[in-house]
Structures are given as structure tokens and as C-alpha cells.
């Protein structure tokens, strides 16, 4: 009985592995008949191929060292105009916001209390002139009377002494008419230098004083006129040296955005002391401001001319990459990038000097840097944007 049970059994295991291969077989025909890699070597990555990039070449040529900061417009003389006696306003003759010139009349205070003062300093004087013309009558009289011994010494000694306190209470009653004088001109408020004139103050009617702080009007000098600018610590050498050559530095004053020269003036002088809270240093500079565009207390950009590098060669700062080793660039040759170390000079704007590590004419990458390596192939493209098939890999399409 167990030998008429084994033989089904084989079969039927024969008959599953038969069925199983044939499985297998039709899988594998199917397979053959569906589109596969070329034989050959396995291809590279997309991300292997050539890289686009946009190049610039290296230019020879003057490069000017400058030093850039904000500044304010500060007028190199403001004047808060006072009155130096006392008394009623009688008078206001300047207009508001008016150019005046050192001298100018702008105002009267009532003068007639001062010429009453003057007055009877005059009349003192005289009083006291008269005085010492008898005194000196007497004296030459006392002298002839002594020559005769006809009077004491001591008469005469005091005779003389009264003459010459005469003498001094005249001097005195002439320095009173001097400051009468002095004192009736001040109703006459001049302008004391030259200038745009601000908003008025004080209206007249009113009683002024010399202790009033606000005063009758303020005088700013518009022309010339300076900016006060900061430097770093760090620029602090260069500005010194070319300060020390006895080269007038040229400075230029921008708008606010940077894009418009406003004015040119020169660097008048540096502070004498760093700031340590902010480790800056205060420079004055001054404009002649012959057309008023520069008005106090705007703020401008400053460009401060230091030198200027002759035949320095310069690539835009956005080529220049940073890395462990220093600075470098991507270089072009035989469509292949190649990285080269260099040694980088002032910044001018959007330009920079390179020292050493390039030549006049040179392709530098400028745009396109980011997949590259040293002896990558690269595709040189012109225009805004590159083509597609270097910006980034083709797709196959489905089914090719």
C-alpha cells in the first residue's frame, strides 16, 4: 500500500515544477521583448555633464581707492541772533529765509533811552572839563607863588593832586560817553556774518532782553558749507597717508540712494580722537555749495577719494568665491574651469583689484558657479538665462 501512495504523489510534484518552469520561461520571453539600456558601459549622471556658465573678462585700468560712509550737511557757521541791550523792538527789516550779508541791518530797538544815557555821560564830561581847566589854571599860579616862597609846599603838592584826580574823573566820564555809544549802537542789531536767515522770533512791540535764549532770528552760513562723515578704525591708516601726501582729497557728496552727485568739495580735517562706542572716526569735509543744494543737516552719501591704482586689474566682485584655502576664482580654458587662488586689492564699487593670481584679459566665471569643480567641462552662454540643455539634464521621454 505505501509504494501504490507515492507514485500520485510524484507526479503531481513533477507536473508543479514542469508548470512552475514554464512560468518562468514566458516571464523571461516577456521581458526580452520590452525596451532596455544599449549594451555598453553604464552612462554618467546627468548632474556629470556640462555646466553652463556666463564669463567676464579681466580688465587692466585705473581703479580709485575710495572711502564710502554717510555724512550730514552741518554749516560751518550758525548764528542765533540776540539782542545785546534791552528795550522795545521797534523795528524787524529782514524777511524770513532771506540771504543777508555780514553788516546788514535786521532790526532796531527804541534808541532814545541810550542817546538820553549819552547825553549826560557828554554833559558830565564837560562838567568835569571845566573843573580841571581852573584846577590847571590854579596850579601854574601856585608854581609861580612857590618860586616866590610866597606859599607852603604842601599847598602846592595838594593843589597838584587835585589836578590830576580831575584828570582821572575825566578819563572816566569819557569811557562812560565811549560805552553810551556803544550802548546806543547796539539798538542797531546788524547781522554779524553772512547767511540764509531762518523763521523770525519775536515780533516787534515787543519788550527784548539780553538774557532771551530763543533771540529775534538764527543765521545759518549756507556757502561754504561742511559734512561730517565717519570713517572705520580699520580705513584709518589709508585716510591719514594720503592726508599727510599734501594732496587735496576730493570728496563727493551723493543723494541718498547713491546714484546722483550732489556736490564735490575737498577733506578739510580729521578729529583727534576715536570714537569708542562705535570705533569710528569723525572727518569734516567742505563745499563751496555754489547752487545751495546742499542744505543743513541732510544726510548724503560721501565718496572720499583716496588714490588711485593705475593698471590694476579688476574683476566684479561677484566672481570672487571664498572658501578654507582664501579667495579664488573659476578661469576658462579649452571650455573647462579651472580654479585659481588670487590675492584681492581695493574695492571700487561693484569692481575689485586683484593683486596677483590673474592677467589682462583672462575669462572669468561670473555666473554658473555653483556645480563647478577644477576640469569641469562648461558651456559659455551669452544673453539673460541659459539654454536648457546646459541650464539642467533633458528628460527621456516615456516610451523612446
Known sequence: MPETRSAPFSRARLLWVLALILLLGGLWY?????????????PRSAWDGPVAVRVVPAVAGDLAVQVKAIGTVTPLNTVTVRSR??????????????????????????PQPYRVALAQAEGQYQQNQAQLAGAEKDLA????LHEQDSIAHQQLNQQVALVNQLRGTLKANQAQIDNA?????WTRIEAPIDGRLGLRRIDPGNLVSTGDTEGLVSITQMRPIGVLFTVPEAQLDGVRTALASGETLNVE??????????ATGRLLTLDNQIDLATGTLRLKAEFAND????????????????????DAITIPTDAVQYGSRGTYVYVLRDNKSYLRAVTLGPIDGDRVAVLEGLADGEP?????????????????V???????????????PAGA
Do not use: C, K
Not at 516577456?30 to 553604464?42: I, K, N
Open 291 to 310: 547752487d545751495s543744494r546742499l542744505f543743513p543737516n541732510q544726510f548724503v552719501n560721501v565718496r572720499l577719494r583716496l588714490r588711485t591704482l593705475p
Open 181 to 185: 555809544r556803544l550802548q546806543l549802537s
Open 30 to 42: 516577456l521581458l526580452s521583448r520590452s525596451p532596455s539600456a544599449p549594451v555598453g558601459p553604464m
Open 364 to 380: 572669468v566665471v561670473l555666473e554658473g558657479m555653483e556645480r563647478l569643480r577644477d576640469g569641469r567641462d562648461v558651456i559659455v
Open 85 to 110: 541791550v534791552e528795550g522795545e523792538l521797534t523795528r524787524v527789516l529782514f524777511e524770513e529765509g532771506a540771504e543777508v550779508a555780514r553788516g546788514e541791518l535786521l532790526a532796531e530797538i527804541d
Open 253 to 262: 557728496a551723493l543723494d541718498r540712494n547713491g546714484d546722483q552727485i550732489i
Open 141 to 144: 599860579l601856585y608854581r609861580r
Open 382 to 396: 551669452e544673453g539673460d538665462s541659459a539654454p536648457a540643455s546646459a541650464a539642467a539634464p533633458r528628460q527621456r
